[in-house]
């Protein structure tokens, strides 16, 4: 009985530590963009799929993806004015600045990709 009142609790609880696990991803893999094009200069990209729910870094100098996220079940993201492919300079600063969302099971932010060397804004809405 007490195994079936705690179960509730255990998978929100679970939900939120994902949730907080695939943004603080999201801004890791940000800045590993920021930082490989500052770096390679722009031949690497941060590419987003909506359909199928992932965004990837991918380096077109040698054709081929870094690193794939796939976002959970449920998810979705949503592109506003942020192109579904973004490249940042060598100064780390985006070159076409816009918003998207990304919807979880229980709520939705909006991340915005502003001009300047500031990464990103995330707000929940």
Known sequence: ???LCLT?????TYESVME???IEQF??????IQHLSM???AYHSLRFNADQGYYSIYDSLHRKTIVKTTLPEGWKIEMLTLPHVVYFNQQGTIRKAGTMRLSTLDVTY???FPF??????????
């Open 116 to 125: 300047g060397t500031s990464r990103m804004r995330i707000e929940e809405l």
């Open 27 to 32: 801004k890791e893999d940000v800045f590993l």
């Open 20 to 22: 907080t696990h695939v």
């Open 39 to 41: 770096n390679d200069h």
């Open 110 to 112: 909006k991340i915005t």
């Open 8 to 12: 509730p609790i255990h998978q929100s």
């Open 1 to 3: 009985m007490l195994i």
